[in-house]
């Protein structure tokens, strides 16, 4: 039977990864996008060698509307990966209204009447998974980037709390907690600064969006069936 998959923000960094690492696992897959049209049109050139049904989705969920949108292009569905985000750098007292509003919009209020709208197609299947892609500083929290730790902190207290509502119905519900990735996000620090940066971490690299990817299929995956409620911290031993 068919699987299908519903990965929001593809055609960025984690997005795209993990389509790829789906698609080589015969999921069937709704790309979601807002703004890099080129990027998704690329990256189903790229996927059509899998042979599997590729959706793409243009939805702004920066606005309720956009998730109207996108909740209403979907039809059977297995599985959610919610992976879109921006993290805006400086100090909180510095941040305006708006960017709080767009903050709390996407990274808080999208994700969960996303959800709430597509449960009830998830739980048609005798097990089905969703997974947020959340971040290290929604665990421990960073200096000027206030606003971002605290709405990923939100993204961990929901998969907590909804783990414990779903269970019974079969859907599993966790995130993973990336620390430094190599993607277009850290593209306002210099060289220098992210080598700086790696020195930090005991492993002593940035991660790859392969690595994310691989730990959000292993959470999607029949090697997973007792997992759920649980935070997948991928940050190279950055904090424990």
Same mark, same amino acid.
């Given at each position: ?10 055609? @960025? ?15 069937? +897959? ?12 690329? !990256? ?9 049904? +590729? ?11 956009? =998730? ?7 039809? #059977?569905?297995?599985?959610? =990966? ?17 960017t709080m509003e767009d903050m709390l919009q996407l990274h808080v209020k999208s994700p !969960? ?19 947020? =892609?959340?971040?290290?500083?929604? #665990? ?5 980037? =206030? ?7 939100? #993204? ?37 600064? !992210? ?24 959470? !999607? ?8 409620? #649980?935070?997948?911290?991928?940050? @190279?031993?950055?904090?424990?």
């Amino acid at each position: 039977m068919k699987k299908f998959a519903l990965i929001t923000g593809a055609s @960025g960094g984690i997005g795209a990864a993990t389509a790829e690492r789906l698609a080589r696992e015969g999921w069937n +897959l709704y790309l979601h996008y807002n703004r890099n049209e080129d990027k998704i049109i690329e !990256l189903i050139t790229n996927l059509k060698k899998y042979n599997i049904e +590729l959706i793409p989705i243009h939805a702004d969920l920066n606005t309720t509307a956009g =998730v109207q949108i996108l909740s209403t292009s979907v039809f #059977q569905l297995d599985a959610i =990966v919610y992976s879109c985000g921006t993290a805006p750098y400086g100090l909180f007292t510095d941040l305006d209204d708006k960017t709080m509003e767009d903050m709390l919009q996407l990274h808080v209020k999208s994700p !969960l009447l996303l959800i709430r709208n597509l449960l009830p197609k998830l739980m048609r299947n005798a097990t089905s998974q969703i997974v947020l =892609v959340s971040s290290i500083w929604g #665990q421990t929290g960073a200096a000027c980037e =206030v606003m971002y730790s605290t709405v990923k902190g939100a #993204q961990i207290a929901f998969i907590k709390a909804l783990s414990k509502e779903t269970a019974r119905s079969g859907t599993r519900v966790n995130c993973v907690a990336p620390g430094a990735v190599n993607t277009n996000m850290l593209d306002r620090f210099t060289a220098e600064e !992210l080598e700086e940066l790696a020195s930090d971490i005991p492993l002593g690299r940035l991660a790859e969006s392969t690595e994310i990817a691989d730990a959000i299929a292993f959470l !999607l995956s029949e090697k997973s069936t007792y997992i759920t409620g #649980q935070v997948l911290a991928i940050n @190279g031993g950055w904090y424990t």
